[in-house]
């Protein structure tokens, strides 16, 4: 493998897991408060112009690891706009276990 796959294939991993901890975070405590909505729209505006990039190029080293961390920024993204007895009911439905 090259420099340039290792390098990519460490900032995707690196970029999909940087997402994961602030969405398990909401889904444990049940809230979003302190969360910029505004930040996380343009991240997903972000994400979804790379993937168009990736698109474009038929790269699927940019396709894949953006398409799922637009996921996880979406989903935040819909846990901050929805009302706090939603939030809660989504992240009971994803870990009934920890109700707090």
Known sequence: MS????IGS???IISVASFTPQAWKIIKERHTQGLSAFT?????VGFTLWISYGVLRGDWAIIVPNSICLLLAAFILLL????EQK???VAR???PASDA
């Open 40 to 44: 996380y729209v343009l991240t997903c």
């Open 10 to 12: 460490l900032a995707a």
């Open 3 to 6: 420099t340039a796959a290792w």
């Open 93 to 95: 439905a994803v870990d």
């Open 87 to 89: 939030t809660e009911q």
């Open 80 to 83: 901050i706009l929805l009302p």
